[in-house]
Nanobody, 116 residues
């Protein structure tokens, strides 16, 4: 089992920045890729960014150039630095971990609201 706890959400003005953190506990050695997803009201959950154990990253087109995902393997923590935030970035952000053998784990989510 892997437990994921997100933090760092909040209210920010358009153009502002936030950094989300996701700390993993439990069978952390089994974690391979980690990622961030988001779900806005009335919409499906969507991929934001992923990072592999080797540091390979991928991003949704909507956040490329604005968001950066990073990972501290020693701390078993993944981060999402969000710059130039837009109102359309408003959503609940969820941390995700994929393990070997294959299982998927989710955090409880953290709210990000971009509004003036």
């Amino acid at each position: 089992q892997v437990q994921l706890v997100e933090s760092g959400g909040g209210l920010v003005q358009p153009g502002g920045s936030l950094t989300l953190s996701c700390a993993a506990s439990g069978r952390r050695s089994s974690i391979n890729a980690m990622g961030w997803y988001r779900q806005a009201p009335g919409k499906q959950r969507e991929l934001v960014a992923t990072i592999t154990s080797g540091g390979g990253t991928s991003y949704a087109d909507s956040v490329k150039g604005r968001f950066t995902i990073s990972r501290d393997n020693a701390k078993n923590t993944v981060y999402l630095r969000m710059n130039s935030l837009k109102p359309e970035d408003t959503a609940v952000y969820y941390c995700n971990a994929a393990t070997i053998p294959f299982s998927i784990y989710w955090g409880q989510g953290t709210q990000v609201t971009v509004s003036s």
